[in-house]
């Protein structure tokens, strides 16, 4: 699966990409009332520029992903000196006040998590196979204390194959599943359905409640 995701960034067939801010995260964050400061966790974070807009409202930003070629590239499309430093298995670049950390979040550790306070979550759930998504889950709650909330834009599809992915359908249901053992979990709202694909994006806050089960 990892070599999947580097050849699609040597190739540039990056499809899920946005070229400007996510509209879900400029409805839905300032709702979820996090405070200004709090470092974000970004799984899975691409070269996204929600990141930018993150960072923007007062948000330190950690992004995890896979590609070093996708952080190449955020950093060089943005302003600001960039400084590089290795912490355990992951290449660490940071530019202002957003730290892209390379390598697979599932090797990203509680320890290194420690001033996390906050995630989001767009095109991460959604870009893991089924047997993954449960470990996702897990794994996040691991990384962040009670109390900590983030905003998870997942998609739904209504029609077609729905183990084919990536992107993968995740129904409500699933998304319900998978978070509520370690999560409050409330649904904001559904996006229309794309035209051509049938996908459509569901938006949930997420809280994390305790103690982890
Ligand atoms: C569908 S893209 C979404 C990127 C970003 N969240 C966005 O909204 O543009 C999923 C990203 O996750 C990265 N990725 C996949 N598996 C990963 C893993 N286990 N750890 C870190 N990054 C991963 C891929 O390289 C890809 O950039």
Redesign the pocket.
């Known amino acids: 699966?990892?070599h999947e995701?580097?050849d699609?960034?040597r190739e540039g067939r990056?499809g899920?990409?946005?070229p400007e801010t996510?509209p879900a995260l400029v409805r839905h964050w300032p709702l979820l009332g996090v405070r200004p400061g709090t470092k974000v966790l970004?799984?899975?974070?691409?070269?996204?520029l929600?990141m930018r807009w993150l960072a923007r409202h007062d948000h330190p930003v950690l992004g995890?992903?896979?590609?070093q070629e996708?952080i190449e590239q955020f950093v060089a499309e943005g302003a600001g000196d960039v400084s590089r430093y290795q912490q355990g298995p992951f290449s660490i670049c940071r530019q202002g006040s957003v730290e892209l950390w390379c390598?697979?979040?599932?090797h990203f550790h509680i320890d290194q998590a420690a001033e996390i306070g906050a995630f989001y979550?767009?095109?991460?759930l959604?870009?893991?196979p089924p047997a993954t998504r449960q470990r996702y889950a897990f794994h996040l709650a691991q990384l962040i204390l009670p109390g900590c909330r983030g905003l998870l834009?997942s998609l739904t599809r209504a029609s077609g194959d729905e183990a084919a992915g990536?992107?993968y359908h995740v129904s409500a249901e699933e998304v319900r599943e998978l978070f509520t053992p370690n999560f409050q979990v409330t649904h904001l709202e559904d996006g229309a359905p794309e035209a051509g694909s049938g996908f459509r994006e569901s938006v949930w806050a997420l809280v994390r409640r305790g103690p982890l089960t």
């Open positions: 699966m990892a995701w580097l699609r960034w990056i899920f990409h946005r996510h970004v799984p899975l974070c691409g070269k996204s929600d995890i992903e896979l590609a996708a390598g697979d979040f599932f979550d767009r095109a991460a959604i870009a893991l834009v990536p992107p």
